[in-house]
């Protein structure tokens, strides 16, 4: 009789492994078989939540329960809530959209009264936008001198304005109310998270946007799962179309409509993947507001177009989609009254190509527009990959942290570039996060936050707000001409011998060549892909060193520190064409190193043209051997329940590579694994790694048939973490003791060079906080946090009396003169 496994029936496989090279096959049986990647982070304790899973009673029954009938989110590789919006309050101002225009201000005052609060009318935005400020009644404003003890507008918390706001949205005759921002103009964006933003770098953006930042008539149409409201995107987001015929896959009481919000519940336990919000995100996540992320394109307009519900989406509906989005005509549909020049489908399935949709293609490539096409996430050639085995379409693969294709990205023939799409299971740069891409999303509790997903979904928007940067500069390209500029001007170091396409986009260089520029005029300047590298033990990775310039760029390269003699380069001279990349390998030999965290620092200094850049290098030796892990097979029975029955649970031994074979009854499955990382026979808890199949998208069945062989059934296990954060330090804030520093900080203080003090922490084995980057000392034998800035050059963003540093990979540093 089948029954759910308790935490002693797992504890039991400890002694018998099932894992066999030739597992038996029981009769009416069919297999499956993975392997599992747990993440390899720097740091011991990673920062990371991939999922909402109850934790319970520990139990891998109520594990799997809790997880599969929560209603929070099933994410792989993800946080639940890593990062929440931080944002540049001016507490108390709210922007209020009334519906009703051209309010009078004593109106517009009387119907937005907030008990508690006095109104004070700051002015118009736009004929229905007002702004209003807020003070507790019988309070005084801040500016006012003879307040007494009364309480200032300025003491109001983040947590009172926030309630504020929420108070405000609901009243009648109010569309929305959102919080009043501080905005600074520079050319690199002052998002606060931009600096986890690792992918950008590493194709060049920050580059480009010297050149150009968008076009405020540029539309961008995302056809994917729709959109929800998210205070980082809200204001980019133009009028959309729901293309889903099938009210029950809509999920919204309807078929078509013209409201493209994404209604979620699209994940087996009814949970939700905002897909369509994550990619609109990194397309045109607001940039430079001083809030959360920075899109590709700061400028121009993203259009939700919205053709996968609960159940996918049909291709009726998707060609539907493309259709509309270009500008074409969908019967019974109002026509678009933006079509969009570009349209991106982070989407896909297999089989051959519908001659019905390339029609469609071509037709909206005609009226100009030029589609942007996920590759899919497979691990297999694309060659049976629609929609990116069409013809006139930019299909885009997925790479990792080092610019080597993704584990899970298709490849072959159809893939004409990479860009970044991730690998959530390393931490290559070790700044304890996954290498995932980080985007708009909501959390587990339905509230606006940003997550890490890879997959070549997030690869394929990369490219969409580059090809609206071309477009930007050049308003007539075609479709074929943005191609093979993208092809033309590709870091082939990221090519691969699967089939990688003409290689990773380099956005500088594609914009240049699209405003047909050849910027000769330009002197060489060195840059980097990122300021950061991490080993656990030995091991090689390749580091993009750039020329940002015209002309050949000529540099050098050394390693410095105490533990420079571990650190071994590939070349000590580079010479790096106009405005391309060469790959410098860095190797780690520890040697005889006892155990413990190390760091050296690599040098690279042009020696014609301009620019240098120093690149942390933080390996660690002796990391103890990796656990077991325990994956599950859960399923529904008739009655709607989950199931995890005997045959479904097994050990997966770290000595077998994490590879396993199971032999399971034909059903539908759904597989998630976990790792004891601490040991005490409990999991699922706080810090211990997790994992579902498919991917960090996906909550994806398995069929099981008899006598066939699910192969590849291959997913990565993250570190989870609950939704509760405790107070990150603050680095760059003036101290006088460590204490103001927060927990873990440290305050260098005026006598050690650092006037008014300079709240900073350790980061050889932890993470910097939000807003900061880790640095060697001189000497190379530790790591600091250091504030990170824009205004390269002069203060920028940095406090009085100290200077924002360039740290040549599109960013730059708070130090003293």
Same mark, same amino acid.
């Given at each position: ?553 000529? %540099? ?7 533990? /420079?003699? *571990?650190? $071994? !380069?590939?070349? &000590? =001279?580079?010479?790096?064409? +106009? ?70 649970? %097994? ?7 994490? /590879?396993? *074979?199971? $032999? !399971?009854?034909? &059903? =539908?499955?759904?597989?998630? +694994? ?144």
């Amino acid at each position: 009789m089948r029954r759910r496994l308790a935490i002693l029936g797992l504890l039991s496989l400890t002694a018998c492994p099932i894992l066999e090279e030739d597992p038996p096959t029981p009769e009416l049986a069919g297999t499956v078989q993975g392997v599992l990647t747990p993440f390899q982070g720097q740091s011991a304790s990673v920062r990371t939540t991939p999922s909402p899973l109850e934790t319970g009673d520990r139990s891998l029954s109520r594990a799997v329960v809790g997880a599969l009938a929560s209603k929070g989110v099933l994410r792989t590789g993800i946080p639940e809530r890593p990062l929440p919006a931080r944002e540049s309050l001016i507490l108390g101002e709210v922007i209020v959209r009334f519906d009703e225009a051209n309010l009078p201000v004593e109106t517009a005052l009387a119907r937005a009264r907030a008990p508690g609060y006095r109104a004070v009318h700051r002015g118009r935005v736009s004929e229905h936008l007002h702004v209003i400020r807020y003070e507790p009644t019988g309070v005084k404003a801040q500016s006012q001198p003879g307040a007494g003890d009364a309480r200032s507008v300025g003491a109001l918390t983040s947590a009172e304005h926030t309630a504020l706001v929420q108070r405000l949205s609901a009243v009648p005759g109010v569309r929305y109310a959102e919080s009043n921002l501080r905005v600074k103009a520079f050319s690199l964006p002052n998002d606060p998270l931009y600096s986890r933003q690792w992918h950008y770098p590493g194709m060049n953006l920050p580059a480009a946007w010297d050149i150009t930042t968008g076009l405020d008539s540029m539309v961008v149409a995302v056809v994917d799962t729709g959109i929800v409201r998210h205070p980082d995107l809200d204001s980019r987001v133009i009028a959309g179309m729901d293309l889903i015929s099938d009210p029950a896959n809509a999920g919204d009481g309807n078929g078509v409509d013209n409201d493209p919000t994404d209604m979620g519940k699209d994940s087996p336990n009814g949970g939700s993947s905002y897909h369509g919000t994550h990619v609109a995100g990194t397309i045109g996540a607001v940039s430079n507001n001083g809030l959360g992320v920075a899109g590709v394109t700061w400028k121009g307009k993203v259009q939700p177009v919205r053709v996968l519900g609960a159940s996918g989406g049909s291709l009726a509906d998707i060609a539907a989609g493309m259709n509309w989005a270009s500008g074409g005509s969908v019967p019974g549909v109002p026509v678009n009254p933006t079509p969009a020049r570009v349209v991106n489908l982070s989407l896909g399935g297999a089989g051959s190509v519908p001659q019905s949709v390339q029609e469609i293609v071509n037709a909206g490539v005609a009226r100009g527009s030029v589609f942007v096409i996920a590759a899919g996430n497979e691990n297999q050639n694309a060659t049976n990959t629609f929609p990116c085995n069409m013809q006139n379409v930019i299909c885009v693969g997925s790479v990792r942290f080092n610019g080597k294709r993704s584990s899970f990205s298709n490849y072959g023939p159809p893939v004409d570039v990479m860009a970044a799409g991730g690998q959530t299971s390393e931490d290559r740069n070790g700044d304890s996060y996954p290498d995932g891409v980080l985007s708009t999303l909501m959390d587990a509790r339905n509230q606006p936050s940003y997550e890490w997903y890879n997959g070549t979904s997030m690869a394929a928007p990369h490219v969409a707000g580059i090809v609206a940067l071309m477009l930007a500069v050049n308003p007539s390209l075609t479709a074929a001409q943005v191609e093979a500029i993208l092809k033309e001007t590709a870091d082939t170091s990221s090519q691969c011998a699967e089939g990688c396409g003409a290689g990773l986009v380099n956005a500088q260089a594609a914009v240049l060549r699209a405003k047909g520029s050849s910027g000769t005029e330009v002197a060489p300047k060195l840059g980097v892909g990122s300021t950061q590298l991490s080993f656990s033990g030995g091991g090689s990775q390749q580091l993009s060193v750039r020329n940002l310039g015209g002309g050949t760029l000529q %540099a050098s390269a050394s390693v410095t520190g105490a533990q /420079a003699s *571990s650190v $071994s !380069l590939s070349s &000590r =001279t580079l010479s790096i064409p +106009a405005y391309g990349s060469v790959p410098l390998t860095v190797s780690v030999n520890p040697g005889t190193l006892p155990d413990g965290s190390y760091v050296a620092q690599l040098s690279l200094r042009a020696t014609t043209g301009t620019g240098s850049a120093d690149v942390l290098v933080k390996f660690r030796v002796g990391a103890s051997q990796d656990k077991d892990a325990v994956i599950a097979f859960a399923y529904k029975t008739l009655l709607g329940e989950w199931q995890v029955d005997d045959e479904g649970v %097994a050990l997966v031994p770290a000595a077998s590579g994490y /590879a396993y *074979s199971l $032999s !399971l009854p034909p &059903r =539908t499955y759904y597989a998630l +694994a976990t790792i004891d990382d601490d040991g005490d026979n409990e999991f699922f808890e706080e810090g211990e790694r997790v994992g579902f199949w498919r991917d960090a998208t996906e909550f994806e069945a398995i069929d099981v048939k008899q006598d066939q062989v699910s192969k590849d059934v291959s997913f990565t296990l993250v570190p989870y973490r609950s939704v509760e954060e405790s107070p990150e330090p603050v680095v760059g804030q003036s101290c006088t003791s460590d204490a103001q520093c927060g927990t873990g900080g440290l305050c260098v203080t005026a006598s050690q060079g650092y006037p008014g003090g300079y709240c900073t922490r350790e980061c050889l084995t932890a993470a910097c906080p939000v807003g900061s980057k880790c640095y060697a000392n001189t000497e190379g034998t530790e790591a600091y946090c250091f504030a990170t800035c824009t205004g390269v050059g002069g203060q920028g963003t940095c406090r009085t009396g100290y200077v924002c540093y360039d740290d040549g990979a599109g960013g730059g540093a708070c130090d003293t003169p």
